[in-house]
């Protein structure tokens, strides 16, 4: 092991006791975190200033002024009292219907990020309107966000399908390429759990109450909001709308944007407009909309973008993948080659970014298979679900932050929470998929 590699696991050890500690803010631990990871080489200058402008804090911050927005009009407030009428206060009901909402969202967008902004502030105002802590739902919420991508076969997951298949390709295994519906086929499950689990159990084991301060503007404050006058009115959900099915049909529209020669427009910008239309129509206050975005948070997920990139730079996980290659060649048992595929890229990922794990573990699983003379399409998809279910810490995704502050939870709260569905995600996962595609 190297000695660089050392203050990095160092540093991040710190880091994640900091996190847990809870005595010092979130976001102030991850700005250290930062600044440890530079001053020691982890990272370079570039990767550090790189992460303060990621367009994952950009998303994160704007969409925290978006639903500000939203959350001034009556319309979220009719819709909760719309939701509480057709459910008759059965809370399985509710959690149903949220999580319907949250996978159609994830499935359009092919983002678990911007699935929850959407998603949260019709949740916010329902569980506001039949006088539910918002810490029962939002767990649940943005674990069906997060889990549900890349399972249905279209925008996100097609152009996952294409880089799995390339890793193939650039392997030379290309008689084992993943068909158009294999993700679909290999993790439908999985919808169904999060459904079940959240409908019956997910919410009972969550917080009755936040265990930390909530941010008041982004979530409303305490009954409806003053009336807008009409124009504003108009405007606020208009752009709240207009900003999701811009982030939800970007893939259709930048296509067409590239067959006219017109430049492709990126998440963040969408979201950085609607911003400024808030703004511009007077929905929200240049004060307000700067009030709504929590700087805390934005730090926090800085600090973790350092620290995945920091263990990427340093080789840890090149490390663990070739440990883990050498093992699964020796071993012939499917379910057990599979179990390794699935839960050490599933616990790399809550501490470091998922391209990255994707990067290093689909060609490990290919060259593993193929060393084996085996099919290569279990362990592929294993990976990929493995990379994409990331939601038991702050590290794990930009999301996890986002659900933390909406939620109220601190790390402890967040990491209990995630125990029972990450064992049945891993439990699912493995079983289902090498069942279906054996080696």
Known sequence: MSTQLTICLVISLLAVIGFIHGKLPLGTVGCA???????????DEKTALGTIGNSNIVMVSGMFVISAGLRKTQ???????????ISKGSMAKVMLGFILASILAATLTGSALAAFAIVIPIVSATCEEMNISISRAAFCVGLACIASCGIVPVGGTLAMLAEINGYIDANEYSQYQLALTDLFVGRWPVLVMLTLYSMFLGWKIAPEKPVIETSEFSLGSKGPAAPLAPFQEKCGYTIFFGVTLLLAFSGPINSFFKSVGIPAVSAWEIVLLGCLLLV???????KECFGAVNWDMAFLIIGCLCMGAALNNTGAGTLIGNAIASVAGRMRNNYMIGAMFFIIPFLLTQIMQNRSVMAIFQPIAILACKS???????????VAAACTTSFMTPMATACIPYIMEVGGYDVKSQFVQSLLPAVLLSVINVFYVMTVFPL
């Open 33 to 43: 975190a930062m600044l440890a990871y530079l001053f020691t080489g982890c990272i």
């Open 75 to 85: 319309f979220v407030h009719l819709i909760g009292k719309s939701v509480k009428a």
């Open 372 to 382: 084996m003379g085996v099919s290569c399409v279990g362990p592929c998809i294993l």
């Open 280 to 286: 511009l129509t007077k929905v929200l206050s240049p």
